[in-house]
């Protein structure tokens, strides 16, 4: 009889018994490793395993966030453990192994920031680390409008002046810039409006629906939700039409391109709006009505609340929804977040104050920093001198143009870096344009640090991106 399936059932079991024992000898590897690892891990601290945070978004925009990983879920991080240098506004949160910072305004460009937390412990317990970790912004970038015999151009520009053409048409009253598209204002052969949407590069051009035949003015963005806004009145107003400076908000976005504006109800009798604006990080916006009430509301008007009177909105502060408005008696700041009002501390200079422009600040209420223009009319120091002034009225003098010269707007970049100062060189031999937004032929925008007033090479056009508004029609 054959032993050889004997044989062959010895020879098997040795097998099985030899990888049992590799296996078990593996899994024994296995666990002291792993014992090893946890031994480390508590001697060492919790140990960054992945950043997250896109440099280009958090100098454009609002809310971008940086979220550090770790090795082990964490205990709750308190915002006395975060240092953000150079300093930035920002909220914390912690959530298993991930801490989460949103900074509450845009970052400063070209700005190396360094994060650093601080106590770090699991929630197993063990010693504390600190996490330190550092990015660099780049440089920003904005859009201007340049209008020429020839041609109206939007170019995308740096700080430095290399620029390149985005869109042109043979005439561009204004635009303005969501965080995907540009909203562009223009007529047809007819003189009726046309807003053109198109992507940030000019790319894809479509028209955005409107309410009829007519004008748009006051155009606007929102800082989010690709929302704009927009004053129409009827083309054949006062021989059947009935829209007269109505209030309209529409959406930019590609999947809403079909859809119809919205009308803003304002309650009351009054429809027509003198001014408005977008409140920043909200879903509300703030108007006047021709009445002079001045209303906060939902985007629609709905759930509108009086704030009092008004005859001008000069602007609202980034990061605070702190309101400068002038009305019959002065210029008041309005938080908007419970409607208190205090007026506006006076500067300490001469001259006749112009508008007012909140810088953006972040959480501090009334009594921030503003950038005010002057006019001195004659003597050695005539001319249009711009201001930063602080919260208890000190100025510190940023600009200055020369007598016979017009500022006609200023306007402060999203991080609140700089202000941009539109210059009509020698207004009297500068003729304005026939447009319905008249600006004067020659027109340049000069960028100033806030910070030092050093000056950057100034660039032809106006209505820089930064801009929440066209310039006014009269400064």
């Given at each position: 009889m054959?032993?050889?399936?004997t044989?062959?059932?010895?020879?098997?079991?040795?097998?099985?018994?030899?990888?049992?024992g590799?296996?078990a000898?593996?899994?024994?590897?296995?666990?002291?490793?792993?014992?090893?690892?946890?031994?480390?891990?508590?001697?060492q601290?919790?140990?960054?395993?992945?950043v997250?945070?896109?440099?280009?978004?958090?100098v454009?925009?609002?809310?971008?966030r940086l979220?550090?990983?770790?090795?082990?879920?964490?205990?709750?991080?308190?915002?006395?453990?975060?240092?953000?240098?150079p300093?930035?506004?920002?909220?914390?949160?912690?959530?298993?192994?991930?801490?989460?910072?949103?900074?509450?305004?845009p970052?400063?460009?070209?700005?190396?920031?360094?994060?650093?937390?601080?106590?770090?412990?699991?929630?197993?317990?063990?010693?504390?680390a600190?996490?330190?970790?550092?990015?660099?912004t780049?440089?920003?970038?904005?859009?201007?409008?340049?209008?020429?015999?020839?041609m109206?151009?939007?170019?995308?520009?740096d700080?430095?002046?290399?620029?390149?053409?985005?869109?042109?048409a043979d005439?561009?009253e204004?635009?303005?810039?969501t965080?995907?598209?540009l909203?562009?204002?223009?007529?047809?052969?007819?003189?009726?409006?046309?807003?053109?949407?198109?992507?940030?590069?000019?790319?894809?051009p479509?028209?955005?629906?409107?309410?009829?035949?007519?004008?748009v003015?006051?155009?606007?963005?929102a800082?989010?939700?690709e929302?704009?806004?927009?004053?129409?009145?009827?083309a054949?107003l006062?021989?059947?039409?009935?829209?007269?400076?109505?209030?309209y908000?529409?959406?930019?976005?590609?999947?809403?391109?079909?859809?119809?504006?919205?009308?803003?109800?304002?309650?009351?009798?009054?429809?027509?709006?003198?001014?408005?604006r977008?409140?920043?990080?909200?879903?509300?916006i703030?108007?006047l009505?021709?009445?002079?009430?001045?209303?906060l509301?939902?985007?629609?008007?709905?759930?509108?609340?009086?704030?009092g009177?008004?005859?001008?909105?000069?602007?609202?502060a980034?990061?605070?929804?702190?309101?400068?408005?002038?009305?019959?008696?002065?210029?008041?700041?309005?938080?908007?977040?419970?409607?208190?009002?205090?007026?506006?501390?006076?500067?300490a200079?001469?001259?006749?104050?112009?508008?007012?422009?909140?810088?953006?600040?972040?959480?501090?209420?009334?009594?921030?920093?503003?950038?005010?223009?002057?006019?001195?009319?004659?003597?050695?120091d005539?001319?249009?001198?711009?201001?930063?002034?602080?919260g208890?009225?000190?100025?510190?003098?940023?600009?200055?143009?020369?007598?016979?010269?017009?500022v006609?707007?200023?306007?402060?970049?999203?991080?609140?870096?700089?202000?941009a100062?539109?210059?009509?060189?020698?207004l009297?031999?500068?003729?304005?344009?026939?447009?319905?937004?008249?600006?004067?032929?020659?027109?340049?925008?000069?960028?100033?640090d806030?910070?030092?007033?050093?000056?950057?090479?100034?660039?032809?056009?106006?209505?820089?991106s930064?801009?929440?508004t066209p310039?006014p029609?009269?400064?």
């Amino acid at each position: 009889m054959s032993t050889e399936p004997t044989r062959r059932r010895r020879r098997d079991a040795r097998r099985r018994r030899a990888y049992l024992g590799t296996f078990a000898g593996v899994l024994g590897v296995l666990a002291v490793l792993g014992l090893a690892g946890a031994a480390a891990s508590a001697v060492q601290g919790p140990r960054v395993t992945d950043v997250q945070v896109d440099p280009a978004a958090a100098v454009a925009t609002s809310g971008s966030r940086l979220i550090i990983t770790t090795n082990q879920a964490l205990r709750e991080i308190d915002p006395t453990q975060v240092e953000v240098t150079p300093d930035a506004p920002f909220t914390v949160d912690t959530s298993g192994r991930n801490i989460g910072l949103r900074f509450a305004l845009p970052l400063h460009d070209e700005t190396d920031y360094t994060v650093t937390v601080r106590e770090v412990t699991g929630v197993g317990g063990g010693p504390a680390a600190t996490i330190t970790r550092t990015f660099t912004t780049p440089p920003v970038t904005a859009y201007l409008l340049q209008r020429t015999d020839r041609m109206d151009t939007i170019f995308r520009t740096d700080l430095g002046g290399s620029a390149h053409t985005i869109f042109e048409a043979d005439h561009i009253e204004d635009y303005r810039a969501t965080s995907a598209h540009l909203v562009i204002s223009t007529l047809d052969d007819a003189g009726h409006a046309r807003l053109i949407v198109t992507d940030l590069d000019g790319q894809n051009p479509r028209d955005l629906a409107l309410p009829g035949e007519g004008l748009v003015m006051s155009l606007q963005a929102a800082d989010r939700g690709e929302l704009i806004g927009y004053t129409f009145s009827d083309a054949d107003l006062g021989s059947g039409g009935t829209l007269e400076s109505a209030l309209y908000i529409a959406s930019a976005r590609d999947a809403d391109a079909d859809a119809a504006p919205t009308a803003v109800t304002v309650p009351g009798d009054e429809q027509r709006i003198a001014d408005w604006r977008f409140v920043p990080d909200t879903d509300s916006i703030l108007m006047l009505p021709y009445d002079g009430r001045l209303l906060l509301s939902a985007a629609d008007g709905s759930g509108a609340v009086d704030l009092g009177t008004g005859i001008q909105i000069d602007g609202i502060a980034r990061g605070s929804s702190v309101a400068v408005v002038q009305t019959p008696d002065g210029l008041v700041e309005v938080d908007l977040t419970d409607g208190t009002s205090q007026p506006l501390v006076d500067a300490a200079v001469d001259g006749l104050q112009g508008v007012v422009t909140p810088i953006p600040t972040a959480g501090t209420g009334l009594g921030a920093d503003t950038v005010r223009q002057h006019l001195v009319l004659d003597g050695d120091d005539a001319g249009t001198h711009v201001h930063r002034v602080s919260g208890d009225g000190t100025p510190t003098r940023l600009f200055t143009a020369p007598a016979g010269d017009a500022v006609l707007q200023t306007c402060v970049s999203p991080s609140g870096r700089y202000v941009a100062i539109t210059v009509a060189p020698d207004l009297v031999g500068n003729p304005y344009d026939a447009y319905l937004m008249p600006i004067p032929r020659s027109v340049e925008t000069h960028i100033v640090d806030l910070a030092d007033g050093t000056a950057l090479p100034a660039l032809a056009g106006f209505d820089l991106s930064w801009c929440l508004t066209p310039p006014p029609l009269s400064q």
